[in-house]
């Protein structure tokens, strides 16, 4: 069921959100009250593990818009589902086939034929400017990469609050997307740091309006 609502749950500076995704972790990010308000799981691409993805269950690569005309409500640019051409990679929907697909897209040497289409990972584009440009979690996740000094790809997955068995039957119930509370709930669970995009567009407009961004994103 939805997650109730709690006065002492607090974000976490995006310093500390920089730091840890530095580091290679999970960090949860959530976007305005006024646009999804809905949290996503984020992790740099080239982080991605095995254990890592089955905990989440473009550059020049040939990965055009997968629609010409994109009716998205908030412009979601989603381009052609991929599956990594490595010859480890089996039906493309393991953990470990998702895994090596999403560091193969940060990869610095991959090339239109690194990858095989369609397939089971869904490659979305930021837009140039980032979250300055678009305050989206596409374009927070690129701006995490940027700040933490790590190649421009990132994973992002949806959080969603399980809701509630229906006895005897194979449904659940108030289920929903995981709205602020829960994802700080959940994030405080496992040990993840949670913050805003709109503290993210505080921070970058802060430091990089004087050109004080440093390495791993400290001033």
């Not at 580091?23 to 305005?32: A, H, K, N, P, Y």
């Not at 908030?74 to 929907?93: F, W």
């Not at 690194?114 to 140039?128: I, Q």
């Not at 995009?197 to 921070?203: F, P, R, T």
Request: charged share 30%; hydrophobic share 35%; aromatic share 4%.
């Amino acid at each position: 069921m939805p997650s109730p609502q709690s006065a002492h749950l607090q974000f976490d500076s995006i310093e500390d959100s920089i730091e840890a995704f530095r580091r290679g972790e999970f960090i949860v990010v959530l976007d305005s009250q006024d646009r999804e308000n809905e949290g996503d799981l984020i992790i740099a691409a080239e982080d991605v593990t095995t254990e890592k993805m089955s905990f989440m269950r473009t550059k020049i690569l040939n990965l055009p818009q997968m629609v010409v005309e994109n009716a998205d409500p908030n412009r979601t640019a989603y381009s052609i589902s991929v599956d990594a051409t490595d010859p480890t990679v089996t039906t493309g929907i393991s953990a470990h086939d998702r895994a090596l697909t999403c560091r193969t897209l940060a990869s610095p040497s991959a090339k239109p034929s690194s990858f095989r289409r369609p397939g089971h990972v869904l490659p979305l584009r930021a837009r140039d400017g980032g979250v300055r440009e678009r305050t989206g979690h596409t374009e927070a996740a690129v701006e995490f990469c940027r700040l933490a000094r790590k190649q421009p790809a990132s994973v992002i997955c949806e959080l969603v609050e399980d809701g509630e068995e229906v006895e005897g039957s194979a449904e659940r119930k108030e289920g929903g997307m995981m709205r602020r509370d829960g994802c700080l709930k959940f994030g405080g669970k496992w040990g993840l740091k949670v913050c805003t995009i709109e503290d993210l567009v505080q921070y970058v407009e802060k430091h990089e309006g004087n050109g004080q961004i440093g390495v791993n994103g400290k001033a």
